[in-house]
């Protein structure tokens, strides 16, 4: 029901705007999360929206270059991803929870997207 789009090949310092669009849900009623997954590594939280809100929460490795953002009007959620390095190539997923936490742990999430490919590469 969550679908993530808008990955892709950029330059390190590069910038993309990832979107994650619901055909039955609505987005405001849940804390959307984003993660990512790496070659060889485990499955890392980044980012999170709360429910109802526009509080907002992000991973060291992240924060002051990524920007999460809801537009309720389009039912969808972005990130806004700035100064993109190369340990940021990784699967990208979008998930949703109906609880009004910003929860790290993957499997708080009920609804996830397929995944987005980011590649950070000169």
């Known amino acids: 029901q969550l679908q993530a789009f808008g990955g892709g090949l950029v330059q390190p310092g590069g910038s993309l705007r990832l979107s994650c669009a619901a055909s039955?849900?609505?987005?405001?009623?849940?804390?959307i999360a984003w993660f990512r997954q790496a070659p060889g590594k485990e499955r890392e939280w980044i980012s999170c929206?709360?429910?109802?809100?526009?509080?907002?929460n992000y991973a060291d490795s992240v924060k002051a270059r990524f920007t999460i953002s809801r537009d309720g009007a389009k039912n969808t959620v972005y990130l806004q991803m700035n100064s993109l390095k190369p340990e940021d190539t990784a699967v990208y997923y979008c998930a949703a929870a109906a609880r009004g936490l910003c929860l790290i742990d993957g499997a708080n999430y009920r609804y996830w997207g397929q995944g987005t490919l980011v590649t950070v590469s000169s």
């Open positions: 039955e849900l609505n987005l405001r009623s849940y804390t």
């Open positions: 929206i709360i429910r109802t809100s526009t509080t907002t």
